[in-house]
Nanobody, 127 residues
Framework: QVQLVESGGGLVQAGGSLSVSCAAS????????MGWFRQAPGKEREFVAT????????SVAESVKGRFTISRDNAKNTVTLQMDRLKPEDTAVYYC????????????????????WGQGTQVTVSS
């Protein structure tokens, strides 16, 4: 299995940028499809971004398209979510997730499809 630890959350003003990272340990990182989800108070956990095992294919939610970018470094066992032009509605706890898959180009969009989760990191965007 894999252990995930997020870092990099914090407080930022609207329009600013923030990067959150997820460090993985355990089994071979490159065997996992990775994803980012977020959950705001009183709301369900929602998909933000996903990246294939090789990093060749990515997808982000419509609500963050053009503002957020997901990337991974398999040599360093990390996946990063770069968030630009942040809005107050981006405020949430951001979670990193992993799921093994034999297909190197597979993506995953539903939180129920992921087996492993980090503890989350808070991102707060002030208006």
């Amino acid at each position: 299995q894999v252990q995930l630890v997020e870092s990099g959350g914090g407080l930022v003003q609207a329009g600013g940028s923030l990067s959150v990272s997820c460090a993985a340990s355990g089994r071979t990182f490159s065997a996992y499809v990775m994803g980012w989800f977020r959950q705001a108070p009183g709301k369900e956990r929602e998909f933000v971004a996903t990246i294939s095992r090789t990093g060749a294919i990515t997808s982000v939610a419509e609500s963050v398209k053009g503002r957020f970018t997901i990337s991974r470094d398999n040599a360093k066992n990390t996946v990063t979510l770069q968030m630009d032009r942040l809005k107050p509605e981006d405020t949430a706890v951001y979670y990193c997730a992993a799921d093994p898959d034999p297909d190197p180009l597979k993506l995953r969009y539903r939180y129920t499809e992921y087996d492993y989760w980090g503890q989350g990191t808070q991102v707060t965007v002030s208006s």
